[in-house]
Protein backbone atom coordinates (compact mmCIF):
# COMPACT_ATOMS: atom_id res chain seq x y z
CA UNK A 1 0.00 0.00 0.00
CA UNK A 2 1.59 3.31 -1.02
CA UNK A 3 0.98 6.78 1.22
CA UNK A 4 -0.61 9.63 -0.56
CA UNK A 5 1.55 12.79 -1.90
CA UNK A 6 0.89 16.62 -1.41
CA UNK A 7 1.96 18.82 -4.49
CA UNK A 8 4.96 19.51 -1.96
CA UNK A 9 6.14 16.16 -2.58
CA UNK A 10 5.49 15.47 1.02
CA UNK A 11 4.18 11.46 2.10
CA UNK A 12 1.37 10.80 4.05
CA UNK A 13 -0.49 7.68 5.31
CA UNK A 14 -3.45 7.09 7.63
CA UNK A 15 -2.20 5.30 10.71
CA UNK A 16 -4.52 4.66 13.49
CA UNK A 17 -8.23 6.17 14.58
CA UNK A 18 -7.69 7.19 18.03
CA UNK A 19 -11.11 5.96 20.26
CA UNK A 20 -12.08 6.62 23.79
CA UNK A 21 -13.51 3.47 25.93
CA UNK A 22 -15.52 3.55 28.32
CA UNK A 23 -14.61 -0.25 28.76
CA UNK A 24 -11.38 -0.48 27.13
CA UNK A 25 -10.85 -4.49 28.19
CA UNK A 26 -14.31 -4.97 27.00
CA UNK A 27 -13.06 -2.73 23.77
CA UNK A 28 -10.03 -4.75 23.30
CA UNK A 29 -12.15 -8.07 23.27
CA UNK A 30 -14.31 -6.97 21.25
CA UNK A 31 -12.13 -6.02 18.21
CA UNK A 32 -9.82 -9.43 19.24
CA UNK A 33 -12.92 -11.57 18.94
CA UNK A 34 -15.04 -9.88 15.59
CA UNK A 35 -11.93 -9.01 13.70
CA UNK A 36 -8.77 -10.97 14.56
CA UNK A 37 -6.87 -7.57 15.70
CA UNK A 38 -3.74 -7.67 17.18
CA UNK A 39 -2.81 -5.91 20.27
CA UNK A 40 0.39 -4.34 19.49
CA UNK A 41 1.48 -2.03 22.27
CA UNK A 42 -0.40 -1.61 26.05
CA UNK A 43 1.02 1.09 27.68
CA UNK A 44 0.85 4.02 29.41
CA UNK A 45 0.86 7.11 26.61
CA UNK A 46 0.21 10.94 28.55
CA UNK A 47 -0.86 10.09 31.43
CA UNK A 48 -3.35 7.23 30.15
CA UNK A 49 -3.45 3.57 29.00
CA UNK A 50 -3.31 3.03 25.72
CA UNK A 51 -3.91 -0.06 23.56
CA UNK A 52 -2.48 0.25 20.02
CA UNK A 53 -4.61 -2.51 17.97
CA UNK A 54 -3.43 -3.42 14.61
CA UNK A 55 -6.04 -4.40 12.17
CA UNK A 56 -4.86 -5.60 8.29
CA UNK A 57 -2.70 -2.25 7.15
CA UNK A 58 -3.89 -0.10 9.83
CA UNK A 59 -4.44 0.46 13.28
CA UNK A 60 -6.62 1.56 16.07
CA UNK A 61 -6.07 3.05 19.46
CA UNK A 62 -7.66 3.30 22.63
CA UNK A 63 -7.56 5.85 25.36
CA UNK A 64 -8.61 4.42 28.84
CA UNK A 65 -11.44 7.07 29.20
CA UNK A 66 -14.90 7.67 28.54
CA UNK A 67 -15.57 9.93 25.86
CA UNK A 68 -15.49 13.21 27.07
CA UNK A 69 -17.29 15.45 23.95
CA UNK A 70 -20.60 14.11 23.02
CA UNK A 71 -20.49 15.73 19.88
CA UNK A 72 -17.78 13.77 18.68
CA UNK A 73 -18.53 10.21 20.36
CA UNK A 74 -16.05 8.01 20.59
CA UNK A 75 -13.24 9.13 18.25
CA UNK A 76 -10.15 11.44 19.54
CA UNK A 77 -8.46 11.86 16.18
CA UNK A 78 -7.05 10.98 13.20
CA UNK A 79 -3.39 9.82 13.30
CA UNK A 80 -1.64 10.84 10.14
CA UNK A 81 1.87 9.58 9.53
CA UNK A 82 4.09 11.79 7.79
CA UNK A 83 8.04 11.41 6.43
CA UNK A 84 8.37 15.14 6.92
CA UNK A 85 6.03 17.27 9.69
CA UNK A 86 7.99 20.40 9.78
CA UNK A 87 7.80 20.32 5.39
CA UNK A 88 3.87 19.12 6.17
CA UNK A 89 3.17 21.77 8.75
CA UNK A 90 5.14 24.54 6.57
CA UNK A 91 3.21 23.68 3.41
CA UNK A 92 -0.28 23.78 5.36
CA UNK A 93 0.74 27.20 7.03
CA UNK A 94 1.61 28.23 3.28
CA UNK A 95 -2.13 27.67 2.03
CA UNK A 96 -3.51 29.35 5.49
CA UNK A 97 -3.95 26.92 7.87
CA UNK A 98 -3.05 28.08 11.44
CA UNK A 99 -2.07 26.10 14.15
CA UNK A 100 -3.01 26.40 17.77
CA UNK A 101 0.44 25.13 18.87
CA UNK A 102 3.72 24.07 17.54
CA UNK A 103 5.44 20.67 17.33
CA UNK A 104 5.93 18.50 20.12
CA UNK A 105 8.92 17.03 19.74
CA UNK A 106 10.15 13.70 22.12
CA UNK A 107 12.90 13.08 20.23
CA UNK A 108 11.62 9.60 18.62
CA UNK A 109 7.63 11.23 18.05
CA UNK A 110 7.21 14.37 16.77
CA UNK A 111 3.99 15.09 16.69
CA UNK A 112 1.12 18.64 16.17
CA UNK A 113 -2.38 18.34 16.59
CA UNK A 114 -4.62 20.33 13.76
CA UNK A 115 -8.64 20.63 13.66
CA UNK A 116 -9.69 19.79 10.13
CA UNK A 117 -13.54 20.56 8.73
CA UNK A 118 -16.25 19.22 11.19
CA UNK A 119 -14.50 19.09 14.62
CA UNK A 120 -12.15 16.41 12.96
CA UNK A 121 -9.15 16.55 15.25
CA UNK A 122 -5.88 15.60 13.61
CA UNK A 123 -2.39 14.11 14.77
CA UNK A 124 0.12 14.85 12.16
CA UNK A 125 2.96 12.86 13.33
CA UNK A 126 6.71 11.44 12.22
CA UNK A 127 8.73 9.05 13.99
CA UNK A 128 12.39 8.18 13.53
CA UNK A 129 11.32 4.57 15.08
CA UNK A 130 8.77 3.00 13.35
CA UNK A 131 6.84 3.12 16.06
CA UNK A 132 9.17 0.71 18.36
CA UNK A 133 7.56 0.78 21.50
CA UNK A 134 10.66 -1.05 23.37
CA UNK A 135 12.83 2.03 21.90
CA UNK A 136 10.01 4.17 23.06
CA UNK A 137 9.83 2.95 26.96
CA UNK A 138 13.27 2.94 27.13
CA UNK A 139 13.85 6.76 26.54
CA UNK A 140 10.88 7.68 28.83
CA UNK A 141 8.37 8.75 25.56
CA UNK A 142 5.61 6.08 26.69
CA UNK A 143 5.24 3.28 29.83
CA UNK A 144 3.99 -0.15 29.27
CA UNK A 145 0.98 -0.62 31.63
CA UNK A 146 1.26 -3.06 34.43
Known amino acids: MS ?3 NASGITCDLHHAHLFASSLDESVQFYREMFGVEVIMDAEVAGSRNVLLRL ?3 HI ?4 QAPKDTGRGVMHHLGIRTHD ?3 LVASMKQKGFEFRKGITDLGVLKYVMAAAPDG ?3 ELFETTALLNWDVLESRGVVRTAR
Open 120 to 122: VLL
Open 61 to 64: NFYD
Open 85 to 87: LEG
Open 56 to 58: GEA
Open 3 to 5: AAR
